[in-house]
């Protein structure tokens, strides 16, 4: 059964360090997104790449945020510098055109 | 504008008793929607997908393209199905982003 691997599962980190979350896409899958979940806003999409392209990356906060999709089996979302607002689950998500996303176990983020 | 609402936070029901969970979309086209359910500290997982027309787990949902709805239900409840359920649409094009509602979650109790 093919998954989306997301790395780390939990990362605790003080506030203005560099976080870096990774997600190795299903193998074949053509769309990559990255999603934020928190209490207050639920679901929320911060960026998505096609063919390894980043098509929006209109939801995430472009000054502390990147994300970059180095090669076809990686995904990485990086937040520098990180402040006590981001803590949260971050999904990552794998699809191929219009079929159903899987969904990756999430990094649960937590900055003190 | 594209959106997704789920009007209720938490639904509380008997084990056994019928369930409805509440979906309504907005968008001007034909969009794809999928009910999505997330078990405590799990991933999300695909539940149901409209154009599939399938029963999974005994949940069933129908799109009411005059409502605009995509209501989520089961017959009788179950403990198991207690989790966060998040309605979801995809515009109708390849390969865009879903676009959630903040999403149920259904507590039931023996």
């Known amino acids: 059964d093919a998954r989306v691997t997301q790395t780390p599962r939990d990362k605790v980190t003080e506030m203005g360090q560099e976080v870096t979350m990774r997600c190795q896409p299903i193998?074949?899958?053509?769309?990559v997104f990255w999603y934020r979940q928190t209490m207050m806003q639920g679901l929320e999409l911060l960026a998505y790449f096609r063919n390894r392209a980043p098509l929006d990356d209109s939801g995430m906060p472009k000054d502390r945020f990147s994300a970059e999709m180095p090669d076809a089996t990686l995904a990485t979302l990086k937040i520098q510098p990180s402040e006590p607002r981001d803590s949260a689950v971050y999904f990552c998500?794998?699809?191929?055109?219009?079929?159903?996303?899987?969904f990756g176990d999430g990094t649960r983020l937590s900055i003190l | 504008a594209q959106r997704v609402t789920q009007p209720e936070k938490l639904l509380s029901v008997f084990k056994g008793a019928p369930v409805e969970l509440k979906c309504n979309y907005s968008?001007?086209?034909?969009?794809?929607l999928f009910w999505y359910v997330q078990y405590s500290r799990q991933r999300l997982q695909l539940l149901l997908r409209h154009i599939s027309r399938e029963s999974i787990k005994g949940f069933t949902a129908d799109l009411n393209k005059g409502e605009t709805s995509f209501h989520l239900k089961k017959p009788f409840a179950q403990e198991e199905d207690s989790a966060m359920y998040y309605c979801a649409l995809i515009a109708n094009q390849a390969g865009t982003a879903l676009i959630f509602g903040k999403g149920t979650t259904l507590s039931v109790s023996s």
């Open positions: 968008y001007s086209g034909s969009p794809e």
């Open positions: 193998l074949g899958h053509n769309t």
């Open positions: 998500a794998s699809g191929l055109d219009n079929q159903p996303q899987h």
